[in-house]
Every structure is written in C-alpha cells, then in structure tokens.
C-alpha cells in the first residue's frame, strides 16, 4: 500500500504526518538539522487532502489549542506484539497524567520489563497521538523522549499538570 506525507506546523516545529490507506502510521519531528527522525519520509508523496492526514491534521490543530485530549483516529503500527501491547497501554495514560516505565510494565504483567518498555515506548511511530510524552522516570524525572527533551516538557506543560509527581496515575 502506498504512503502519503504532509507536513503541518505546530508549536514544537514541523511535525510530518504519515498515512497508509485508512491509517495514519506515522507523526514525525523534524530535528534541527531538517533530517527526519525517521529515514525515508521524504520520498513519501506529499497528499495534503487525504482524508486520514485532513483529520489528523485537524485534531492536533485542536490539541494544541487546549480543545483535545483524546485523538479518535484509525492508527496503524508495525512492530512486534511486545511493542503493539505497550504502545497500546500507553494509550490509556490520561491526559494530563504521567507514569514511569515501571508502571506500564508492571501493568503489562512483569515490573521487571521496565528497559524493554523504554526501548518500545522510543520505537512509539506516532508521537503524541499515542503519548509517549507522558512516560517519566520513576523518580517523576523527565527522561528520553525521540523528540528531544524539551519538546516532552513543552507537551506535558500544555497539557497542565499542576505537578509532575502529583500527576502520577500510578
């Protein structure tokens, strides 16, 4: 199935949005080098009127007016079924929330996957429709994030927590 790219501005710097027939697969930062995070997206045809990036486009639009905690949009994600459950439970995370990366192991089953978590949680090919922003330390520390740190703290600001620590959901 063919890709689709477009590419829409948003407060933390370009973001390109990335769909496969009915899915969106991928939102990518744009590093400050202008290279993509992920190699390739700029051989992606530019479609700014497929439908799946016209919705995706609107509703980050809306997220970061303040107007949108929740993303209802068809998503595809490849990777293993490791992958697949973590990045599905961090879809539960609520907005405005956080939790470590033992938490989400501990809720896939086994605190002890709390590395292998981290190393999903940075493969997450949609950022901040699934949000992977929200995962911390264990401490409350803000730690690796693909878009770089300063982006995740701008993203858990706009998102408001009055506390990091106090806006744990576990």
Request: hydrophobic fraction near 40%.
């Amino acid at each position: 199935m063919e890709r689709v790219r477009c590419q829409v501005a948003s407060p933390i710097d370009p973001l390109t949005l990335i769909a496969e027939g009915d899915a969106l697969v991928g939102v990518r930062f744009a590093d400050g080098s202008g290279r993509r995070w992920f190699r390739g997206d700029q051989e992606i045809e530019i479609d700014d009127a497929h439908p799946v990036l016209v919705r995706a486009r609107q509703q980050l639009g809306e997220y970061f007016a303040g107007a949108r905690e929740e993303f209802d949009l068809p998503l595809e994600t490849a990777g293993d079924e490791f992958r697949r459950r973590v990045w599905a439970e961090l879809r539960h995370i609520p907005y405005g929330r956080t939790v470590s990366y033992g938490d989400v192991a501990a809720r896939l089953g086994d605190r002890r996957l709390a590395q292998s978590v981290g190393q999903a949680v940075g493969a997450n090919p949609l950022a901040i429709v699934i949000p992977c922003h929200r995962v911390v330390g264990s401490d409350g520390s803000l730690t690796g994030f693909g878009g770089g740190l300063d982006r995740k703290r701008f993203l858990l600001e706009l998102e408001e927590p009055a506390d990091l620590a106090a806006a744990r959901l576990f």
